[in-house]
């Protein structure tokens, strides 16, 4: 495969196979996807660029740390172009879990799920105004990305000097007007050039699936026996769940 003859040694295509492990058929699958002459498509560059604004360095000779968000976008490419009828289930799940640091890491990111939903429940089931009140599946999913959203973007504030509440109302604004895609995008262009610990990147993986994947993702969450008795209440047409779920998601973090 002369195409890609110079981009094995490169740091992206290392950062690649780590992702996709012994999985040959997908990381062929990554490459004849974004890959030509040994050098990243001057389509998913434009693409990958366009999701990260503030990316500087798109190459095949990128740092280490920043061939690790190249490959992961490379797969992002790849699953948004691709239709999902072109791999298999196994496959589907390998993708999900290469976004996280091990399959044991996924694990753990639905458990911790679970667990703010359980916490949900317990702070805001049996509340008396039906505004704070979670009863929905609605309702407990925005819980959770709430919960999980003030962590990341408290950490990113902290990390680059940014306003928690510019980027937590620029975050919201994005979900709202250009939908979830877009609020994900903001929050990884934030990343671009810090250094990631793994569990901050599993915290990243876990919303992605959350904003992007959430009904087949809450499936698999609530099969936690720990959820087992609980019941939601159908949803009204004309109610908007998102603003109070979240809003109670970031007063339980004070209480």
């Not at 509440?165 to 919201?172: C, P, S, V």
């Not at 569990?199 to 026996?225: P, R």
């Amino acid at each position: 495969m002369s195409c890609t003859l110079r981009f094995p040694d490169s740091n992206v295509a290392k950062a690649l196979r780590k992702l996709t492990g012994s999985n040959d058929r997908l990381y062929a699958s990554y490459l004849a996807k974004t890959v030509k002459g040994g050098e990243l498509t001057k389509d998913f560059i434009e693409w990958y660029q366009a999701r990260h604004p503030h990316a500087k360095e798109v190459s095949t000779d990128a740092s280490e740390g920043v061939a690790r968000n190249i490959a992961k976008g490379m797969m992002e490419y790849y699953n948004y172009f691709v239709p999902d009828g072109r791999t298999t289930i196994r496959e589907r799940k390998d993708i999900k879990s290469a976004l996280y640091g091990s399959v044991a890491d996924r694990n753990f990111g639905k458990r911790v799920s679970a667990g703010i939903m359980l916490r949900g429940y317990n702070q805001f089931a049996n509340v008396k105004h039906d505004s704070k009140k979670l009863q929905t599946r609605e309702d407990y999913e925005n819980f959770v990305e709430g919960s999980l959203r003030q962590v990341i973007l408290k950490n990113i504030a902290n990390k680059g000097g940014l306003s928690y509440d510019n980027i937590r109302k620029e975050y919201l604004r994005l979900k709202k007007k250009e939908g979830p895609g877009a609020a994900y995008n903001y929050v990884m262009s934030l990343t671009q050039g810090m250094e990631l610990s793994i569990q901050e990147e599993n915290q990243l993986a876990m919303l992605q699936e959350i904003l992007t994947d959430t009904k087949a993702y809450f499936d698999e969450v609530l099969k936690d026996s720990r959820l087992a008795n609980l019941v939601f209440k159908q949803p009204k047409d004309d109610t908007s769940n998102d603003e109070k779920a979240a809003m109670n998601a970031e007063a339980a973090q004070h209480s």
